[in-house]
């Protein structure tokens, strides 16, 4: 399985800010994808990431809140702008290999 | 779009207890797999099966993609398997929708 990093793994933030996470595969990989995890809750996905075009979003998910870029296939960002409380959240980022998929240590944010 | 429904919610055994965790899900799929994330909030790849069984030391699972439902089970549980389970389904492309998810407390 690919060997996935992300940084930072945990940021606490301040209301009104952004914030950028990074992640960085260690093999190229077709498919990478952004999920969020709110407290106590399960996965949503948020967007696919495309290399050389824009991301596919989730329904309820929207560009301008959570920007993607893939500028190869082994390096992806997602931004998290202007942050508010309710963005709190695991941010995890995925590749698939072969169908299945695997998952990075996750970027936990605190928004004060 | 597809509904993933895991139960029991919420599940608290003795170590050395077996137990069977349920996922159900609304349609076809052509991907599912099963993860465990760990109280530190890693998820941990368990099981690729869009069908049929598999078997890792104390764990198995079964897909039966005709009657659209996977169980995970898990035998002589220990504490180390404390955590929540995940079923995750994918439709066509790779990416996944997760189910509500299945919390296991294994007591010493």
């Known amino acids: 399985s690919a060997v996935i990093s992300q940084k930072p793994s945990r940021d606490i933030c301040q209301r009104g800010t952004s914030l950028t996470i990074q992640c960085q595969v260690d093999?190229?990989?077709?498919?990478m994808f952004w999920y969020r995890q709110q407290p106590g809750q399960s996965l949503t996905l948020i967007a696919t990431?495309?290399?050389?075009?824009?991301?596919?979003?989730e329904s309820g998910f929207v560009i301008d809140k959570f920007p993607i870029s893939r500028p190869n296939l082994t390096f992806s960002t997602l931004t998290v702008s202007n942050m508010s409380p309710e963005d709190s959240s695991i941010y995890l980022c995925?590749?698939?290999?072969?169908?299945?998929?695997?998952f990075g240590e996750g970027s936990r944010l605190t928004v004060l | 779009g597809i509904q993933v429904e895991q139960s029991p919610p919420d599940l608290i055994l003795q170590e050395g207890a077996n137990s069977t965790l349920r996922c159900n899900f609304s349609?076809?799929?052509?991907?599912l797999q099963w993860f465990h994330q760990n109280p530190w909030g890693q998820l941990i790849n368990l099981f690729y099966?869009?069908?049929g069984t598999k078997q890792n030391g104390r764990l198995s699972a079964t897909t039966v993609a005709t009657e659209r439902y996977s169980l995970l089970y898990i035998s002589s549980s220990q504490t180390t398997d404390s955590g929540v389970y995940f079923c995750?389904?994918?439709?066509?492309?790779?990416?996944?929708?997760f189910g509500t998810g299945t919390r296991l407390t294994v007591i010493p």
């Open positions: 995925s590749v698939g290999n072969a169908g299945e998929l695997f």
């Open positions: 093999s190229q990989v077709t498919m």
């Open positions: 990431a495309n290399q050389g075009s824009e991301a596919t979003y």
């Open positions: 349609d076809s799929v052509n991907n």
């Open positions: 099966i869009p069908s």
């Open positions: 995750a389904v994918a439709t066509g492309a790779n990416n996944l929708f």
